[in-house]
């Protein structure tokens, strides 16, 4: 982390949450925030869809942000169950996840399509976390930084920058999982991504581009995640289901 990034906590509540569960959790964390003075982090939660209306309502004026999980690539049309970056910056969404491996692994979406999908949320207004990492054979095949690098260069719209973009670097073996790279091999993958992005839109976007680190953290680990120097912030996953885990771990940004 440096000064001029903001730490960003974001949570990931993935397919939980109904009805009133995910209201209390609204409620909770948009009461720490207002009792919050001067914070220097940005936080927010990606509910489900079907529940961002409600927890946007419960967020309210709290300084909690809101984000989806997902959007399609295209504004409008004939696309039964797919819901449109527009229609989130319509509920109030500042942010989407797009390419989460979850998605990537489980609906096929390949960078192109993540790409497309940044794409929309940029054209919607909507900041776009772009997830990207490796799967463990990649890791232990010493494939890492090959595959960040073409998931960078293939999901990254040309029209990303720091004020559109945030990157988030996710092992896929560490997500949920309980295991963590070391703070080195984090800090490593940070770097080189920062430089892939120096290479691609220049430095000044580059310093300013947030690159959060996701998997498996939680309170124990966060505040040696957070302090490493390309390190701006994490999606949390399990931990951000529950306030006081999620609020301990943006207590502990740097
Ligand atoms: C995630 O799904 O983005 C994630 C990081 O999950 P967890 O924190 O549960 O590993």
């Not at 109030?92 to 192109?112: D, F, L, Q, T």
């Not at 998931?151 to 973009?165: E, I, M, R």
């Not at 790279?181 to 430095?203: C, K, M, S, W, Y």
Request: hydrophobic fraction near 40%; aromatic fraction near 6%.
């Amino acid at each position: 982390m440096t000064a001029n990034r903001r730490p960003l906590i974001a949570g990931n509540w993935k397919m939980n949450g109904r009805g009133d569960d995910g209201l209390v959790l609204a409620l909770q964390l948009a009461e720490r925030m207002k009792a919050k003075k001067g914070a220097t982090f940005d936080i927010l939660v990606c509910p489900p869809f079907t529940l961002i209306y409600g927890v946007g309502q419960a967020l309210d004026d709290s300084g909690v942000g809101l984000g989806a999980q997902d959007c399609h690539a295209i504004e409008s049309g004939a696309y039964t169950g797919d819901v449109s970056a527009a229609m989130l910056a319509d509920l109030g969404c500042a942010y989407v996840i797009v390419g989460h491996s979850e998605r990537r692994a489980g609906h096929a979406e390949i960078n192109s399509l993540v790409r497309a999908k940044a794409e929309a949320a940029h054209a919607a207004g909507l900041i776009a976390i772009i997830c990207i990492g490796e799967t463990e054979a990649e890791r232990d095949a010493g494939k890492t930084l090959d595959v960040v690098k073409d998931q960078l260069s293939g999901s990254l719209p040309d029209g990303a920058g720091a004020a559109n973009t945030v990157v988030a670097y996710e092992p896929v073996w560490a997500i949920g999982t309980g295991r963590t790279p070391t703070n080195d091999e984090v800090q490593e993958v940070h770097a080189f991504i920062r430089a892939e992005l120096t290479a691609r839109f220049g430095p000044s976007e580059a310093q300013g581009l947030r690159i959060l680190y996701g998997g498996s953290m939680n309170p124990n680990n966060a505040r040696e995640l957070l302090a490493l120097s390309d390190v701006d912030g994490g999606l949390i996953g399990g931990a951000s289901l529950r306030c006081e885990d999620f609020w301990s771990i943006a207590q502990s940004c740097p």
